[in-house]
C-alpha cells in the first residue's frame, strides 16, 4: 500500500483562491518532499521539509508538517492558471528511495 | 540543456516484443531512479543505482524487467517479451546524490509513454 496518500484526489478552485492539499503517511519519516507534475511532463520539486521543522515557505507556497498526526499539508496561495497540475508528496519511509502518493489533481479555472 | 534526458518520448511496439528505454541523468549526480506511472497514478518504484554500488532492484516487477547503468552516467532499461500491462510511462529521475535518507530533491526526465498493442 501507499506511504503517502494525498487528498483530496482533485480540487478546482477559481484563480485568485488558496488551494490546500494533504498529505499523510503511515511510518515515521526523515523527509516529506512536494513535487507538481504537469500534463505529460516530469516531476518537479517544489520543497522539502524535515521531521524536525514544522513549516516551511517557498514563495506562494506553505507547507506544514505534523509528525505526530503523520501529516503535511501545501497550501498554494493566490493561485494562478500555471498551477494548474497535479501535486505529490514523497516520503522516505527508510531505505534510500522516496515512496510518492497518487497525487491531487488540481485545476484553477480562470 | 542541463536536465534530464529520456529517450525515446513516445514508444509503441507489439506484444512480445522486447523495448529499451533511456536515460541521460545530470552531470554529476550520482543517483538514478527509475519510476513507471500508469495513467492518473502515482509513482511506482521500480530500481535505484547509486555510484558504483550494486542497483537496488526491489521494485522490478519480473524477471522481465532489468537495467543498467554504464559508467556511472547513462541508464538503460529493458523489458523484455512486453505484455499490455507494461503500457505505462517510465520515469528517471537523478540526485546530487543517493543514501539513506534520500535528502536531495529528485530531478525528472519527462518520460518515455511505452504502449503495448
Known amino acids: 500500500s501507499q506511504q503517502g496518500e494525498e487528498d483530496p484526489q482533485a480540487l478546482s478552485i477559481q484563480e485568485g483562491e488558496n488551494a490546500t492539499m494533504n498529505c499523510s503517511y503511515k511510518t515515521s519519516i526523515n523527509n516529506l518532499q512536494w513535487y507538481r507534475q504537469n500534463s505529460g511532463r516530469g516531476l518537479v520539486h517544489l520543497i522539502l521539509?524535515?521531521?524536525?521543522?514544522r513549516e516551511k515557505h517557498s514563495g506562494r507556497l506553505r507547507v506544514t508538517l505534523d509528525t505526530s498526526k503523520k501529516s503535511s499539508s501545501l497550501l498554494i496561495t493566490a493561485s494562478r492558471a500555471a498551477d494548474t497540475a497535479s501535486y505529490f508528496c514523497?516520503?522516505?519511509?527508510?531505505?534510500?528511495?522516496?515512496?510518492f502518493g497518487q497525487g491531487t489533481r488540481l485545476t484553477i479555472n480562470p | 540543456g542541463a536536465g534530464v534526458s529520456q529517450s525515446p518520448s513516445n514508444k509503441v511496439t507489439e506484444k512480445g516484443k522486447d523495448v529499451e528505454l533511456r536515460c541521460d541523468p545530470i552531470?554529476?549526480?550520482?543517483?538514478l531512479y527509475w519510476y513507471r506511472q500508469s495513467l492518473g497514478q502515482g509513482l511506482e518504484f521500480l530500481i535505484y543505482f547509486q555510484g558504483n554500488s550494486a542497483p537496488d532492484k526491489s521494485g522490478l516487477p519480473s524477471d522481465r524487467f532489468s537495467a543498467e547503468r554504464t559508467g556511472g552516467s547513462v541508464s538503460t532499461l529493458t523489458i523484455q517479451r512486453t505484455q499490455q500491462e507494461d503500457s505505462a510511462v517510465y520515469l528517471c529521475?537523478?540526485?546530487?546524490?543517493?543514501?539513506?535518507?534520500?535528502?536531495?530533491?529528485?530531478?525528472f526526465g519527462d518520460g518515455t509513454r511505452l504502449s503495448i498493442l
Open positions: 514523497a516520503t522516505d519511509p527508510g531505505a534510500q528511495k522516496l515512496v
Open positions: 552531470s554529476g549526480h550520482t543517483a
Open positions: 521539509i524535515r521531521s524536525n521543522e
Open positions: 529521475a537523478s540526485s546530487l546524490k543517493g543514501g539513506a535518507p534520500p535528502s536531495q530533491p529528485q530531478h
